[in-house]
Every structure is written in structure tokens, then in C-alpha cells.
T-cell receptor, first 114, second 116 residues
Framework: AQTVTQSQPEMSVQEAETVTLSCTYD???????LFWYKQPPSRQMILVIR??????QNATENRFSVNFQKAAKSFSLKISDSQLGDAAMYFC???????????FGTGTRLQVFP | GAVVSQHPSWVICKSGTSVKIECRSL??????MFWYRQFPKQSLMLMAT?????????EQGVEKDKFLINHASLTLSTLTVTSAHPEDSSFYIC????????????FGPGTRLTVT
């Protein structure tokens, strides 16, 4: 069975600085998807960024980018130029290629200080 | 685009009563929707997968007779918590699978259920 591990329960960063959130996963599959979701205090889950495992190029969405290391089964999220609105819980998630089921990590709470 | 709504956002009910939560995909059709439960400061736990026109698939350990799921149309799935007890108090989140591309899940804003 696949598992997703987020080893950082909490992280903090100062506004305008860069922070990296860690995520590792375990799978025997070769085709899959990885996601980072943001859950602000409103509890609305928002998709931040996605990565298809067959793509070697790291995904980027504006200030958000990932470092996808397939061999190491690592999928970290880098937030550049952090903003106060980035403060939230961040969940890493795994999805097999041929299923819909998302497997979530335990989350990392990110605090952003002015 | 890809908006999912939930109603109500917060509900309080008495122990022993039933409560229904609605999940709607507002601007796309979703043959598949998902229901999650989230305890305070914890991750999302998938309860069941709801398929339009067929029976829901429940995850191991989830009581199907307690958590009734109906996916009657391509834009609406409902979760009914029957004979609610205080331990059913939680945050319930639905998501809908987008019908193309990577078939990503888009989440509703969640429903807070408090059973007194």
C-alpha cells in the first residue's frame, strides 16, 4: 500500500523569504501523480501544484515549485517570496495512475511572520 | 471554474437524529464524488467514493448503514449521517472529480457537524 509522510508538523517563514516543505512517499508503482494542497483557516482545500511522475521536469506555478526526486521518492514544495496569505496547512497527496483515490500526508502547518 | 459547494456549512443536531449534507459541482458534471472526514488538526480520511447512478464504495471501517451516500445526479451527492451520536461530530469534506485532463479532485468548503 502507498503511504505519504510529511515529517514537519510545523514550519515558519518570514514574509518575502523562501521555505521548503518536505514530503516523502512509498510506492511500488511507476506511474502516479503527486499533489500539494493548501488548507487555510477557512478549511477550503485548494490545489497548489501537481506533478506527473513520468515527467522529469519539476512543476512550477508562480511562486510555488516542487523538487521531485522519483528515485528518492521525495516531493518537496518550495514557496518563494512568502506572503501572509500563504499561512495554512499544506498536505502532500499521492494518487495512483489508474485510480481516483488520494492518499494524504499528515500535513505541515506553515506560519508566515511579517 | 471547477467550483464545488457544500450545504450546510455548519449544522448542529441532537443525538439520535439524522442530518443530510449536500455536495454540488457547480460548473462541471461529476460522475464521481468523494466524502472525507477530518478530525481537528488531522489529515483527511476518505470515507467513501460516490458514483452517479450506482452504490457508493465505502472504505474499510466506515459503516455504510450509518453514513448513507446518494449520488442521484451528475452534480449532486448527499451524505446522510443517520442516528447521529456525539462521536460523529467532525468536519466533513466532499470533493468532485473533474471529468477530463488529470481527473483532479476539487473540494467543497466542508461542513462542520456538531452532535449534542
Amino acid at each position: 500500500a502507498q503511504t505519504v509522510t510529511q515529517s514537519q508538523p510545523e514550519m515558519s517563514v518570514q514574509e518575502a523569504e523562501t521555505v521548503t516543505l518536505s514530503c516523502t512517499y512509498d510506492t511500488s508503482e511507476s506511474d502516479y501523480y503527486l499533489f500539494w494542497y493548501k488548507q487555510p483557516p477557512s478549511r477550503q482545500m485548494i490545489l497548489v501544484i501537481r506533478q506527473e511522475a513520468y515527467k522529469q521536469q519539476n512543476a512550477t506555478e508562480n511562486r510555488f515549485s516542487v523538487n521531485f526526486q522519483k528515485a528518492a521518492k521525495s516531493f518537496s514544495l518550495k514557496i518563494s517570496d512568502s506572503q501572509l496569505g500563504d499561512a495554512a496547512m499544506y498536505f502532500c497527496a499521492y494518487r495512483s495512475y489508474n485510480t481516483d483515490k488520494l492518499i494524504f500526508g499528515t500535513g505541515t502547518r506553515l506560519q508566515v511572520f511579517p | 471554474g471547477a467550483v464545488v459547494s457544500q450545504h450546510p456549512s455548519w449544522v448542529i443536531c441532537k443525538s439520535g437524529t439524522s442530518v443530510k449534507i449536500e455536495c454540488r459541482s457547480l460548473d462541471f458534471q461529476a460522475t464521481t464524488m468523494f466524502w472525507y472526514r477530518q478530525f481537528p488538526k488531522q489529515s483527511l480520511m476518505l470515507m467513501a467514493t460516490s458514483n452517479e447512478g450506482s452504490k457508493a464504495t465505502y472504505e474499510q471501517g466506515v459503516e455504510k448503514d450509518k453514513f448513507l451516500i446518494n449520488h442521484a445526479s451528475l452534480t449532486l451527492s448527499t451524505l446522510t449521517v443517520t442516528s447521529a451520536h456525539p462521536e460523529d461530530s467532525s468536519f466533513y469534506i466532499c470533493s468532485a472529480r473533474f471529468p477530463s485532463g488529470l481527473y483532479e479532485q476539487y473540494f467543497g468548503p466542508g461542513t462542520r457537524l456538531t452532535v449534542t
